[in-house]
Each structure stands twice: as structure tokens, then as C-alpha cells.
């Protein structure tokens, strides 16, 4: 969701080749994402028709429980769209959210305790357990993204190995 080039629907198929494909969503292609579909392609041909682009909002594209929802750096409220997206389908969701926007964003009334994108994302986790999902905050190296805090929901009836 919210895939801009759909370089994460490509490394997602990398890193689990058993998934048969994946749906890279966002109404705005950038012009670059067909090189970059080519040159991954290119070095690994397996992924070749597997990724399908669906130019539209993400409201717009159904989802299943059985579907794993992925959105990397959503700014600001659509992150929060993602996973409400996904919570209405009872969908696993894994989302790194950045670009907290305090005026849009849900902070819980958290912030008067921590720093107020923190406090965003307190809420979406709380938001998500609330929804009966498994709940998993984990952070990525600051290295790879300075916006590195990873949410992880998760439906009770999946396998907790997935998340170690």
C-alpha cells in the first residue's frame, strides 16, 4: 500500500519466494518505477508477472484476511490509513511509518508524556491491540532510515515464528 515505485512488493517476493505474488497500490506511478521493475527483473528474472500495480487509493483495492499488508514510509495520516485498511479486513499488517504529522495524526493525548510522533505510533499500537491484533514494535538500524519504528499486527490465529 502506498507502494510509490513498488520496490518493497518486489524485495517482499525476494525475501518469501513462496508467496505466488504481490499488489503494489498507490494512485501516483512515478516514472522511474518502470526502469527499476526492469533492472530488478533483470538480476532476478523469477519475479518477472508477479508484481501487479494497481493505480489507485488504497480505500479503493479490496483485501482479505488472508492478505499481508506492507507500506514503508506512508507519510503522516496514511499510515494510519494502511492499517485501518487492513484492520477492516482483518488483514496481518506490517507498516514503517514517518512524516508524523501531530495535526492529523491521532497522538492519544500521549504527548504531554513523550515526544508527540512517539506518541502517534503509542496510539497506533494500542489502536491495533485494541483491534485483537498481536502487537510488535521493533526498530530497523537508524542507519538504513533515521524513521526506523516498525509496527507489526498481527492475527492471533498466525504463527508467532514469523515475527522472530
Do not use: F
Not at 503522516?76 to 496481518?92: F, I, P, Q, S, Y
Not at 508524523?100 to 496510539?123: F, P, V
Amino acid at each position: 500500500m502506498a507502494s510509490g515505485h513498488g520496490l518493497l512488493a518486489h524485495l517482499m517476493l525476494l525475501l518469501d519466494d513462496s508467496s505466488p505474488e504481490a499488489i503494489a497500490v498507490d494512485p501516483m506511478r512515478p516514472a522511474s518505477a518502470v526502469r527499476i521493475e526492469a533492472a530488478l527483473i533483470a538480476t532476478w528474472p523469477r519475479l518477472q508477472g508477479r508484481v501487479h500495480r494497481i493505480d489507485a487509493r488504497i480505500a479503493d483495492v479490496p483485501l482479505e484476511a488472508s492478505d499481508l499488508v506492507v507500506s514503508v514510509h506512508a507519510c503522516g495520516a496514511l499510515t494510519d490509513e494502511v492499517l485501518r485498511h487492513a484492520m477492516n479486513a482483518k488483514a496481518n499488517v506490517a507498516v514503517l511509518p514517518c512524516c508524523h504529522e501531530l495535526l492529523t495524526c491521532d497522538t492519544g493525548g500521549l504527548e504531554g508524556w513523550m515526544d508527540g510522533s512517539l506518541a502517534i505510533d503509542a496510539t497506533r499500537a494500542a489502536r491495533l491491540r485494541h483491534a485483537n491484533y498481536k502487537v510488535h514494535a521493533q526498530t530497523i538500524p537508524a542507519n538504513i532510515t533515521p524513521k526506523n519504528r516498525l509496527l507489526l499486527g498481527l492475527r492471533p490465529a498466525l504463527n508467532e515464528a514469523i515475527v522472530r
